[in-house]
Every structure is written in structure tokens, then in C-alpha cells.
């Protein structure tokens, strides 16, 4: 199936892996925390919050199949989706660090996911106007199901933040073991400069007030406190992660790995 | 290519097309066609001469889409377009208010209520629509998850006639 809207052609090679390198950072924070998510199915504490999980799961996946198969374009050799999400291995990963942190308990995974919702909010209403419009097609369709996404993380942020003194001490505890990973979300590099100077994505300093605020209106809902430490910067978006990543991908690529080009 | 086809010939060719691709069922709501879905953006004839049907995937990760896709290239396949270009369009993106006033009543008729409110305010941001049960039509249901079986469905209760309904959501 061919896709009718193309990206500005570009002859230069660095500003076409820049290009690359941004749509995969894209797909795989999407992809990374999809399968997080997919580790909960079975586990979760009720059937409609592991309904719930799945379903966000399933878009997220869905977004970064999108997003993949267009990066794999960008690259130009010949790599597909598949080929770029079970045969890379963690140090050609480029997701955000925070989303491969382990699920913890249900409340650490709801900090981890209301943090980068909140994030994808902003990055994808931010692509609306990319001047690539393929990617700005992704980002309006990923945008209305990241809405949700939002609503469900942050509703259960304010019920357990606002629940008993238990669920609030734990999902503070949460909060304060996962904020170390915040300030990778808007700290450009490079390549979001390219991207920014070529007008393909926003400005990233511009987009972190307004995730900012977003985070503390919810944070008051839910009579949690923002930690105060100003965090490291990570660096999972330069290929460089924590321990959990290479686990996490030893189970999601095991069958493509032991079997290669194996089909249904 | 140099066949040029009559305007005429090309919407009755066009209507024939549409026609066949109404009887492409939803893989997950079978009652529903991929037309009733408003999953099919385009059908036309292009300057190459060949037939471009666009179709649009509903929800992201929707499973269904891969299987409407083998339907769509089968039911080309069968009515005799077998060089037709298939399409994969993103924008605008899908929404449910696509969804055709044939294909409420079918959703209805099948016991899935159908979309009804169109956007929620950020001021009520968990407010859950309220829905009419597709069986007794009362209004006092309750949503009992936001999530249900497939990705455009929530699970509801109604509180009259005691039956458990999908909703099919507003995206």
C-alpha cells in the first residue's frame, strides 16, 4: 500500500538522518512504552484497568508502526517496520529513557504513562503543522487517541494521589523515583534543531511551559508534590539507556531473533 | 495510458465500484460495511488510468485494518480490478462522526449503541457520555469501563432492562 503524502525531498545527508533519526525517536518511545503496557495484560488490578492498559497499548503500538514504516523510508535501505523493531538492538534504540523504566506497581506505571502523555500532547499538537505533512498526518491521528490516553492516566493520578494515605504515599513514591527521567522530554539536541530549522517539528523549549503547567495543574488534583530536584538529563533519545531496555527487548524480539523471517 | 474514459462512464464505473466495496464487512461489527464505517476515503479513476480506493484505518492500532485491507484487494480482485492502486490515507484523520446514519440504525439493530455525543468538554474530562440502551432504549444506563473489546468500544450496563451493551465511542 503506497501512502499519498510525501516528505520534502532531501538531498542533503545529514538533514535526511536527521529527519530519520526524529521520526524513530518518535516510534520508539511509542513502541517501548506499548509493550511496557502489553506486560500488564492478565496482571493488571481489575479487568477494566487491564482492558484499559491494552487498549493504550494497542495504539501506541499501532502509532509506532506508522511511525516505524516511515522512518524506514526516510533511511532509504530497505528496512521495514519489523526489521526495525525486533532486529535493533538497545543501543540503536532512541525512545525516551522514561518509558522503558519496569511497570513497578500499577501507580508507577500510571506516573510513567501520565508523563508522557502529557508529552506526546504537546509534541503532537506541536507536529499539526509540520511541513512534512506525512508526519503531521501521524501526529493529528495519534493526537485524538493521546486525548484519551491523558484522561485515563490522569484520572487515576488524581484517584490514587487523592485516594488513601497507601495509594498516595505510593504513587508519590512514584513520582519521585520517575522525575529523575523528566528532563530528557525537552531537552534538544541536534538533531531537533535540524527539525526545528527546517520547520518538520516545534521547537522543543517552547513546548516544556506548557507541559509544565499541564503537569502541576494535575499534580494539585491529586495533592501530590513536585519533586524538587533539578534532574540529569538522560539520554535514551542518543541511544544511550538503562539496564531495563535490553531485558525488556530480549523478550519482545526472542521469536524474530530465534527465528528469523519466521511468518505465520 | 493514452484510454481516455467518458465522465459519464467513469461515475457509473465509480458507483459500481462503491457498490461492491459496500459489501466489504467490518471484520470486528460484521453488521456494519467498510462504506457504513466511512473507512473508505476514495474511489476514482487517476490520470494513469487505473483505479485509487483509498481507505483509512479507524483507530491506530485497530487489528481489523490489516484484515480490511486483504478484503478490500480480494473484493478489487473478484469484481474485476486487479490493477487497482490501494491507498493508505491518514488525513484527515478518522473520526466517528463518519460513521453513515444507515450504520447507527444497523449498530442499533445489533445491540451496540451508536456514537452520541460528539466532543467532551476539558471541564468534565471523566464526565462518561450518557447513552441510550440499544435494547429498551431507557437512558439509565452506566458506563462500567471506558475500554471495552475493541478499541471503539466502551462497556455499559443499563439499569432498567439489566442487559450489559457496547458503545461504540466518539474519536
Redesign the interface.
Known amino acids: ?5 510525501h516528505a520534502p525531498s532531501e538531498r542533503d545527508p545529514a538533514q535526511q538522518a536527521a529527519h530519520f533519526r526524529h521520526v524513530l525517536r518518535l516510534a520508539d518511545t511509542s513502541l517501548v512504552l506499548g509493550q511496557r503496557l502489553g506486560e500488564w495484560v492478565g496482571h493488571a488490578p481489575a ?2 484497568e487491564d ?2 492498559l ?2 493504550l ?7 509506532a ?2 511511525l516505524l514504516t516511515y522512518a524506514g523510508e526516510l533511511e532509504g535501505r530497505g528496512r521495514d517496520e519489523d526489521a526495525l523493531a525486533f532486529l535493533r538492538d538497545a543501543p540503536e534504540f532512541v525512545n525516551l529513557t522514561l518509558a522503558e523504566q519496569p511497570n513497578g506497581d500499577f501507580g508507577h506505571t500510571i506516573v510513567r504513562q501520565w508523563l508522557i502523555d502529557a508529552w506526546q500532547l504537546e509534541i503532537y499538537q506541536g507536529l499539526l503543522g509540520s511541513a512534512d ?2 508526519l ?3 501526529a ?3 493526537l ?2 493521546t486525548r ?1 490516553h491523558h ?2 492516566s ?2 487515576w493520578l488524581i484517584r490514587l494521589g487523592d485516594g488513601t494515605r497507601e495509594s498516595h504515599d505510593r504513587v508519590q513514591a512514584a513520582l519521585d523515583c520517575l522525575w529523575r527521567f523528566s528532563a530528557e522530554l525537552f531537552c534538544a539536541d541536534e538533531v531537533d534543531e535540524r527539525m526545528q530549522a527546517a520547520a518538520i517539528a516545534p521547537a522543543l523549549a517552547e513546548l516544556a511551559p506548557r507541559w509544565s503547567a499541564r503537569i502541576d495543574e494535575d499534580l494539585a488534583a491529586a495533592t501530590l508534590k513536585r519533586p524538587a530536584a533539578q534532574p540529569y538529563p538522560w539520554h535514551g533519545r542518543r541511544g544511550v539507556h538503562t539496564e531495563h531496555l535490553g531485558h525488556m527487548l530480549a523478550e519482545m524480539q526472542h521469536l524474530q531473533r530465534t527465528y528469523p523471517g519466521v511468518r505465520w | 495510458m493514452s484510454a481516455v474514459i467518458e465522465p459519464e462512464a467513469a461515475a457509473a464505473r465509480v458507483q459500481a465500484i462503491q457498490a461492491l466495496l459496500a459489501g466489504v464487512a467490518d471484520p470486528e461489527i460484521p453488521v456494519l460495511s467498510i462504506v457504513d464505517l466511512g473507512v473508505v476515503r476514495h474511489v476514482r479513476f487517476e490520470s494513469d488510468g487505473r483505479l485509487h480506493v ?1 481507505i483509512t ?1 479507524t ?5 481489523a485494518t490489516e484484515v480490511i ?1 486483504v478484503a478490500v484487494r480480494a473484493a478489487l480482485d473478484a469484481g474485476g480490478h486487479a490493477d487497482a ?11 466517528s462522526q463518519w460513521l453513515t446514519s444507515a450504520a447507527h440504525a444497523k449498530l442499533r439493530a445489533f445491540g451496540i449503541a451508536p456514537p452520541e455525543e460528539s466532543v467532551s468538554s476539558p471541564r468534565r ?2 464526565h462518561a457520555p450518557l447513552i441510550t440502551c440499544p435494547r429498551c432504549a431507557s437512558r439509565a444506563t452506566e458506563r ?6 475493541t ?1 471503539c468500544k466502551a ?1 455499559y450496563r443499563c439499569s432498567a432492562c439489566q442487559e450489559p451493551f457496547d458503545y461504540f465511542k466518539c ?1
Open positions: 500500500m503506497s501512502a499519498r503524502a479487568l477494566e482492558l484499559g491494552a487498549n497499548a494497542l495504539d501506541l503500538i499501532g502509532q508502526r506508522l505533512s506525512r503531521g498526518a501521524i493529528a491521528k495519534a485524538k487517541e484519551y484522561r485515563f490522569s484520572g | 483509498g484505518p483507530y491506530s492500532g485497530c487489528p485491507r492502486v490501494l491507498e493508505e490515507v491518514l488525513s484527515p484523520p478518522w473520526t474530562r471523566w462500567v469501563s471506558e475500554f471495552g473489546s478499541p462497556h474519536l
